[in-house]
């Protein structure tokens, strides 16, 4: 049996000013190209707030074997969350606390020394930020802050199992999960053109994650993982005006959630030269939704003519005693890709894009302290 207390006490200073900009469009005029600051303006301020989260728990697990190969796992989780507030803008002040018990069961049997399986279930929650929290009311007199906001929950149900092979030479693990979240904070835009908060959106989130090492001597290893998920808004309101074109994204794919996440690696570790290495990454991610309304994909092509993100990467190294010199090259094709692509839901509204970076190397020296006792 386990058991223990957490304390967590974290304050929070924020202040910010104006800041005025003069944009330098691109020839076609309609993007900026860069901006440029002209003026400072301290005396402006945009916000300026202190706040201080204090979180309490007490937590129990306890494992029980009831038959032999069999664990069971038995836990519980109780948080305090408490947030105090003050404005210096306006002189509001606000507190707001939270309680919730997560509960977690599981259950393990091994099979033999070499394969099992396993089931998990547990509650997880997520309290809503400060800042929403905190945000006046529109049409409240006196102002009234979202003390309405309730915590997201999550309940996870997770299986799975391992398997090693061929005198160990081949491991193989699979995990099955499905996620349900509740109570998520919806941003929802009104007839009135205001927005308000509620704890109301409903998410979906299952897949599959499975991982394969192949080691058929000394010299070779290969390896490869992935995951194929399914993100889906069950009950995601945008807005009740009625002349807005989206009211909700009920049943669609989260954005920036592909389906298929994996990555593969080929080790070579040649005998006939103890302490040196050599490998070679594949790492893919599938195309994405880049709005809520699933209209617009990323699906750029990668290495090997794949859409979405398909990138190889090198390394190499050779260790000595205590030191290892090593070289890395990233993205050895020199793809041109992004690491994340979103875009609004309006049809007007244009791509916003991160780059990753173009091939790039990296050297290094490494020296492992060791002692001994």
Do not use: C
């Amino acid at each position: 049996m386990i058991a223990g207390v957490s304390l967590d006490n974290s304050p929070n200073t924020y202040d910010s000013y104006r800041i005025d900009l003069a944009a330098q469009l691109r020839s076609d005029g309609k993007s900026v190209e860069k901006y440029s600051i002209t003026q400072e303006r301290p005396d402006i301020k945009i916000a300026d707030y202190d706040a201080d989260l204090v979180n309490s728990a007490v937590y129990l697990q306890a494992e029980i074997k009831p038959v032999e190969n069999l664990t069971v796992t038995l836990g519980g989780r109780y948080d305090n969350l408490s947030f105090s507030y003050t404005n210096y803008l306006d002189a509001s002040t606000g507190k707001k606390s939270y309680e919730q018990f997560t509960p977690k069961v599981g259950a393990t049997y091994s099979i033999n020394s070499n394969a099992g399986i396993y089931a998990n279930y547990s509650q997880g929650f997520s309290p809503p930020g400060l800042t929403s929290i905190f945000r006046k009311k529109n049409n409240t007199d006196p102002a009234e802050f979202y003390y309405n906001l309730t915590p997201a929950k999550f309940t996870n149900y997770e299986a799975g199992g391992w398997v090693s092979l061929i005198k160990n030479h081949l491991d193989a693990d699979i995990a099955l999960y499905h996620m349900k979240g509740a109570n998520e904070l919806l941003n929802i835009r009104q007839p009135d053109n205001s927005t308000d908060y509620q704890s109301a959106g409903r998410t979906t989130h299952q897949g599959i994650e499975y991982s394969v090492t192949y080691r058929p001597n000394t010299q070779w290893t290969v390896r490869f993982g992935g995951t194929n998920a399914a993100h889906r808004f069950d009950e995601f309101v945008l807005s009740t005006k009625s002349t807005d074109a989206v009211q909700n994204v009920n049943d669609k794919i989260m954005p920036s959630a592909p389906s298929w996440i994996a990555n593969s690696e080929f080790i070579y570790k040649p005998e006939f030269i103890g302490g040196f290495r050599i490998g070679l990454e594949w790492q893919r991610m599938s195309s994405w939704y880049q709005n809520q309304i699933n209209t617009v994909k990323y699906e750029d092509k990668g290495v090997f003519g794949l859409k979405g993100i398909s990138v190889l990467n090198f390394r190499t190294g050779y260790k000595w005693k205590g030191v290892e010199v090593f070289m890395n090259i990233m993205n050895i094709t020199n793809e041109l890709y992004a690491f994340s692509a979103t875009r609004g839901n309006n049809a007007t509204d244009r791509s916003t894009y991160t780059s990753a970076p173009p091939r790039t190397f990296v050297f290094g020296v490494q020296y492992n302290f060791t002692g001994k006792s």
